[in-house]
Structures are given as structure tokens and as C-alpha cells.
Nanobody
Framework: VQLQASGGGLVQAGGSLRLSCAAS????????VAWFRQAPGKEREFVAALRTNDGRAYYADSVKGRFTISRDAAKMTIWLQMNSLTFENTAVYYCASNRRLILSEVRRIGAYNYWGQGTEVTVSS
């Protein structure tokens, strides 16, 4: 599976962006998918995941209610809709996937085998 993230850019605080992640590979549609982000000087952290096993979405507390993860299986694309953006959301955003994703590991970086190259989001205050 190959992933390519796009859609990042500069946005004012309070604005919205939609990130996309194009996937390729025969088994992509069966993979659980996720978004992580890494702010300058900080470690990469979990943002959201869509788990294939139960069809549920999982979010970091800091983005719950503002961000929405979704996928279009036919187009093999994963989306991250980000609303009410704040300066703290400035980061490079990465999409990730894995065929098997245990519920307890949804938020763990090491649980994902496939990663996109990242797309940069800058929120101006």
C-alpha cells in the first residue's frame, strides 16, 4: 500500500481545511486508516483513525467535534475535514494505514505499517 497526503496549506484561525490521502494497492480498502501530526519540536501524535473492523472513528480529545475522518473506498481516498482550526493545529499531517488494527492500539504510531509523506498545515493566529 502506498499513501500520498495532500491538501495542506496556510489558513487563518477559525478556518477549515480538508486533507486527502490517496491510497494505492490491492488490499487498501480493507485497511484501517489514520491521521497523525507532528508539530515543530514535538513528537508525532495521533489525530484520528477509522477502524475497518468495527467501522468506527476514533479521535484525539483535542480534535473531537472539530475534525472528521472519512474514506471513499471506491476512490481509495481518506479524508480529514478540519474545522475551527487553531494555531495549535499547525503541524505536518501524515496519513497511515494497516491491515490489522487492534482496538487498544488505534492511537499508537507503531501499529501502522504504511505512511504517507506528510502535508503541512499552518494556522495563522
Amino acid at each position: 500500500v502506498q499513501l500520498q497526503a495532500s491538501g495542506g496549506g496556510l489558513v487563518q484561525a477559525g478556518g477549515s481545511l480538508r486533507l486527502s490521502c490517496a491510497a494505492s494497492g490491492r488490499s487498501e480498502s480493507s485497511h484501517s486508516v489514520a491521521w497523525f501530526r507532528q508539530a515543530p519540536g514535538k513528537e508525532r501524535e495521533f489525530v484520528a483513525a477509522l477502524r475497518t473492523n468495527d467501522g468506527r472513528a476514533y479521535y484525539a480529545d483535542s480534535v473531537k467535534g472539530r475534525f472528521t475522518i472519512s474514506r471513499d473506498a471506491a476512490k481509495m481516498t481518506i479524508w480529514l475535514q478540519m474545522n475551527s482550526l487553531t494555531f495549535e493545529n499547525t503541524a505536518v499531517y501524515y496519513c497511515a494505514s494497516n491491515r490489522r488494527l487492534i482496538l487498544s492500539e488505534v492511537r499508537r504510531i507503531g501499529a501502522y505499517n504504511y505512511w504517507g509523506q506528510g502535508t503541512e498545515v499552518t494556522v495563522s493566529s
